[in-house]
């Protein structure tokens, strides 16, 4: 977090949505794509295409008229072996596609390798400081096959990573299954990833305003999305009296979630107003300690002395800058924070906030901050997740 958490780009549009379309090998990502860009008001679209194998089919099948809003990247993966290549395309694509020496296009879609872990991805976007200057996250579109998924969920960490981390789920190739089957699948979907909408499609087609503009940062949509992320009802995880009854709880998630019992998604709602100097040491030690288990983190903070919520967004330990929305979206004025994580209960967030708080009343910042690697107390719970 910014030192204050005072930092505002929440309006800056200027900046061009960047969306990640990831989804397992064969889900249906290319034919979504097909479609997209033949879409109103999607031919100013530039698409990014990874493809593993020397020789690209996809950007033939991305044909359109303008087809020249295509960059392939070839021979290795985005989250990994060619991450600089997307960070230099997309630092070079301003001027590589401008007209009229202005920049052309006015969003882009990054199609992973169906293998991707769309972390890595993220981050380039949200740490490139050059980047930042040109492009906003905008969000994350998951395609799921229907007739396969639940097998390849089974089999595939990586799958049940992508649908997780989704902003947006396309459950794709539902003509080839049964009412049935759909609903088991959807069922596990909503028990991973509950705030992701998910969008059932036959072909690819489905209407461009269901996928984009799921980012925080657009103030049309921003108050929308915020609520609909935040829908706490949604969530099987714990909220604040779990300590009340965490074992139902608990027996219910796993219940729904068995196959996916590593990766859950909890969220935690606080009554009273965070302080923030508590909050973000919290937050820090957490993502130190647990960073590479928290697949994701969103939230909407109320935090002692600031009117405004404060809204959070981040990728494993990588945090977008905080920004203050210029109002409470609704009447709810809880903090709620909605983590995805790997094998972290939400009885273990809470306990860390709790020590946190009691070792800063007890020790205060300087003494905690000290204390904290003899101790080992706040290390020792977050590092028992
Ligand atoms: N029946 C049916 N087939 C579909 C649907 N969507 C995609 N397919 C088919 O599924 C196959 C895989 O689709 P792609 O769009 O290539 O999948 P992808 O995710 O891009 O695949 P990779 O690039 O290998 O990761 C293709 O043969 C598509 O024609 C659908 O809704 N219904």
């Not at 033949?38 to 990014?48: C, D, Y």
């Not at 994580?341 to 007890?362: C, F, H, P, W």
Request: aromatic fraction near 6%; include cysteine.
């Amino acid at each position: 977090m910014s030192e204050n958490g005072t930092h505002l780009f929440a309006g800056d549009q200027s900046l061009i949505p960047v969306s990640v379309l990831t989804g397992f090998l064969g889900s249906g990502k290319t034919t979504l794509l097909n479609h997209l860009v033949r879409s109103p008001g999607m031919n100013r679209a530039l698409v990014i295409i990874n493809e593993f194998g020397a020789v690209s089919l996809d950007h033939d099948l991305i044909a359109r008229s303008n087809d020249d809003l295509v960059v392939e990247m070839m021979g290795g993966c985005l989250c990994c072996t060619i991450r600089g290549d997307l960070q230099a395309a997309l630092r070079d694509a301003p001027w590589r596609f401008a007209r009229d020496g202005t920049c052309w296009f006015d969003r882009v879609v990054i199609e992973t390798t169906g293998l991707a872990d769309p972390a890595p991805i993220l981050h380039t976007l949200m740490t490139d400081p050059q980047l930042q200057t040109l492009y906003r996250l905008d969000g994350v579109i998951t395609t799921v096959d229907a007739a396969t998924g639940m097998a390849t969920l089974d089999a595939q960490e990586e799958a049940v990573r992508q649908a997780a981390v989704a902003d947006r789920i396309l459950l794709t190739k539902v003509d080839l299954t049964v009412e049935a089957e759909r609903m088991a699948i959807e069922a596990r979907l909503k028990a991973l990833n509950p705030a992701a909408p998910i969008i059932p499609a036959i072909g690819g087609e489905v209407d461009p305003a269901c996928l984009f503009d799921a980012g925080l940062y657009n103030p049309a949509t921003k108050s929308h999305d915020v609520q609909r992320w935040l829908a706490a009802e949604a969530y099987d995880a714990p909220h604040h009296h779990d300590h009340h009854h965490g074992t139902g709880e608990h027996a219910h998630h796993h219940d729904v979630n068995r196959h996916d019992g590593h990766i859950r998604a909890t969220c935690l709602t606080f009554d009273e107003p965070l302080e923030a100097e508590t909050f973000e040491r919290w937050l820090d030690i957490l993502l130190m300690f647990k960073g590479a288990d928290i697949l994701r983190v969103k939230g909407i903070v109320n935090l002692e002395g600031e009117a405004n919520p404060v809204v959070i967004h981040g990728v494993q330990h990588v945090f977008h800058p905080p920004v203050i929305l210029d109002r409470w979206p609704s009447e709810d004025k809880r903090t709620r924070l909605v983590f995805i994580t790997r094998d972290i209960s939400a009885e273990d967030l809470r306990g860390t906030l709790a020590l946190m708080t009691a070792g800063l009343d007890k020790y205060g910042l300087e003494g905690l901050v000290n204390d904290v690697p003899q101790s080992g107390m706040i290390a020792g719970v977050a590092g028992a997740g």
